[in-house]
C-alpha cells in the first residue's frame, strides 16, 4: 500500500520551471510514477530535452513554452488539459543586491516570476480542478531564504515569503473542494540558478553550504523532487497548508 500511494498512473501533471533542475526533476519522477506530464518553460532546448528524457524513460510528456508571467499564457496552456490533478509550481530566478541598490526593475522582475508566475499557475489550476471536480494537488516552490534574512536577498526571499502566504491562503480556500496545497522550501540545492559562481567560488560556496547542512552535503533537484512526488500523491493526502523544508529546514543563504 505504501508504494501504491505514489503511482500516479491515470493523473495528468502541470509542472512549471521544467526545463532545468528542480522542475526538470520533478517532472521526469512524475512521469515515472505515472503522471501524464505537461512541461512548461521559457527555455525552449531545456523542454525538448525534458520531454526527451521523459519519452526515453518510457514516460508521456507534453511541452508548453511560455513565460510563466504571462497571465494569458499560462491559463492557456494549463486549460488545454483535459482535465488536472496536479500542479507544481516550480518555475523561479534568482537575484542578489544589496536593499540600498535595489532597483524597481529589480524587485518587478523577481515578483513577476517567483510570485506572480506561481499564483497565475495555481489559479489556473485551481479553476480546472474545480471545473472537473478533481480532488487534486497544487505544490509551490518556496526556499529558506524565508526563514532567515541574508545578505542581497531581499527580492528574492520576499517573493518567496508571498509565495508561503499564498500556499497557506489558498488551502484555507480549497480545502472544502478537496484540494491540497502545500509548499516545499528547499535549502542550498545544485541547480543551474546556483550554480552561478567560477570555479574556485562556487567549490567554496559549496563547501559552505556543506557545513551548514545537518547532513553535510549540498542537495540535489532529484532530493526536493522526492518532496514534490509525495505532496502530489495520494500519501500525502491529509496535508495541506503546510511548508515541507527539506536538509533540515535550514535556512541557507545564496
Not at 501504491?4 to 493523473?11: E, F
Not at 520576499?158 to 488551502?171: E, F, M, P, Y
Amino acid at each position: 500500500m505504501a508504494v501504491k500511494a505514489y503511482d500516479l498512473t491515470g493523473r495528468t501533471a502541470f509542472v512549471t520551471g521544467a526545463a532545468s533542475g528542480i522542475g526538470r526533476a520533478s517532472a521526469v519522477l512524475l512521469a515515472e510514477a505515472g503522471a501524464d506530464v505537461h512541461c512548461a518553460d521559457r527555455d525552449a532546448p531545456g523542454l525538448h530535452e525534458t520531454a526527451t528524457l521523459i519519452k526515453d524513460r518510457g514516460g508521456t510528456a507534453h511541452t508548453h513554452h511560455l513565460d510563466v508571467t504571462d497571465r494569458a499564457q499560462v491559463g492557456r496552456a494549463v486549460a488545454s488539459c483535459e482535465r488536472l490533478d496536479v500542479m507544481a509550481a516550480i518555475a523561479g530566478i534568482m537575484h542578489s543586491s544589496p536593499v540600498l541598490e535595489t532597483r524597481d526593475e529589480d524587485l518587478d522582475r523577481v515578483l513577476n516570476v517567483n510570485f506572480k508566475g506561481v499564483l497565475y499557475a495555481c489559479q489556473a489550476a485551481a479553476r480546472l480542478m474545480l471545473a472537473g471536480r478533481i480532488r487534486g494537488s497544487i505544490v509551490t516552490m518556496a526556499s529558506g531564504a524565508v526563514d532567515t534574512a541574508g545578505p542581497g536577498l531581499l527580492c528574492y526571499g520576499a517573493a518567496k515569503a508571498a509565495v508561503v502566504q499564498l500556499t497557506k491562503t489558498l488551502a484555507t480556500e480549497l480545502g472544502r473542494h478537496g484540494i491540497r496545497v502545500n509548499a516545499v522550501a528547499p535549502g542550498w540545492i545544485r541547480t543551474p540558478m546556483t550554480d552561478r559562481h567560477d570555479g574556485e567560488a562556487q567549490a567554496r560556496a559549496e563547501a559552505l553550504m556543506s557545513r551548514m547542512s545537518p547532513l553535510g552535503r549540498v542537495g540535489e533537484p532529484e532530493d526536493i523532487a522526492h518532496a514534490v512526488l509525495h505532496l502530489a500523491s495520494d500519501a500525502s493526502s491529509f496535508t495541506t497548508g503546510q511548508i515541507l523544508r527539506p536538509n533540515g529546514g535550514v535556512a541557507m543563504p545564496w
